[in-house]
């Protein structure tokens, strides 16, 4: 059994399921992402672990114990919202301190010297007078994230933390937040819709669609591996086909530009060129008017000097075409 244990968990809104027997096995010390789009049910399963909502049927279990019915209050956990929710009426220090003082059993210095060690963890001491108001968007979340683990939870739940940052300030805080979980070794779950946070921070994802888990991997495994469709089209850029009855599907960056003379799977002509500084990607169109996506080298396209409505010859490596039937991986 893992640390953290989702078995089975159910949960309807009137007549809306918001999830349907969800399993999910979480290892002590990992980092795992919930992905999806909105409506999937990741907001809601987060809350069912956290305490804050309770599910229809199933159980949740922490380091072995049933812990399905006991409040949030009990379950030693730290959580970090999007909208932060700190005491506007508080210094940093005295919102780190809110928390520690509600265990009686804590002297205040000892309170003290905790809220200044994460303080310090989280790169804020230096901060630790001002008021919420005063501190910009990545060091308030800096703060609720202190504040979330100064009391050392053994679960740390993180609904959308980054969400309201702007890119270059999560990219940032991303970076951070992992750093701070490797540091600490508490066992984390993070709800995100954001792909490339899932990506670059997540020991393993769990990809969920209409109130279903669609995947559970690591990065690499569900990027070089989807195992719906769904997965395939949801993370990164993927180019979908039919042959033979299969729906085939690849990469753009797994599709190669070839020369006329030579053996090629297709050819399309280019409908615009979209630069991404070292890459180039190519939006083309096939024969039969489906649309294609091809990633090349920056320097290729000006060594070939390929240009709008130039035409191009493809090849897709069979190693790398993923083929589905019914919905799965083949």
Do not use: W
């Not at 719906?228 to 949801?234: E, M």
């Amino acid at each position: 059994m893992g640390f953290l244990e989702v078995e089975n968990i159910t949960k309807k809104f009137g007549r809306q399921t918001a999830l349907d027997d969800i399993n999910v096995s979480i290892e002590r010390g990992e980092l795992v992402c919930i992905l999806g789009p909105s409506g999937c049910g990741k907001t809601t399963l987060i809350r069912i672990i956290a305490g804050l909502e309770t599910a229809d049927g199933g159980r949740i279990y922490m380091d072995g114990r049933d812990c399905t019915e006991l409040p949030a209050s009990k379950r030693n956990l730290g959580i970090v919202f999007q909208s932060y929710a700190l005491f506007p009426n508080m210094t940093v220090h005295g919102n780190i301190m809110f928390g520690l003082r509600q265990k009686k059993e804590l002297p205040r210095d000892e309170a003290n010297a905790k809220a200044l060690e994460v303080l310090r963890l989280v790169d804020l001491l230096e901060h630790k007078d001002k008021y919420p108001r005063q501190l910009s968007g990545g060091q308030q979340q800096r703060t609720a994230l202190a504040r979330a683990i100064a009391l050392s939870p053994d679960y740390l739940l993180l609904d959308e933390p980054l969400s309201a940052l702007d890119a270059k300030v999560r990219v940032k805080l991303r970076g951070e937040i992992r750093k701070i979980q490797r540091a600490l070794s508490v066992t984390t779950v993070m709800v995100t819709h954001d792909q490339e946070e899932a990506l670059t921070m997540a020991d393993r994802i769990i990809v969920m669609n209409n109130a279903v888990v669609e995947q559970i991997g690591t990065p690499r495994e569900i990027y070089n591996h989807p195992a719906t469709p769904f997965v395939a089209n949801f993370i990164g850029m993927m180019n979908f086909y039919e042959r033979e009855g299969e729906v085939c599907a690849i990469r753009p960056e797994n599709i190669a530009l070839a020369d006329r003379r030579d053996v090629y799977d297709a050819s399309a002509k280019i409908q615009s060129l979209e630069f991404k500084g070292p890459l180039t990607r190519i939006h083309g169109i096939l024969p039969g008017a489906e649309e294609i996506f091809v990633d090349i080298s920056s320097e290729a396209v000006d060594n070939l000097s390929l240009r709008e409505n130039s035409m191009i010859f493809l090849r897709m490596p069979e190693d790398n075409v993923m083929k589905y039937s019914e919905g799965s991986l083949i």
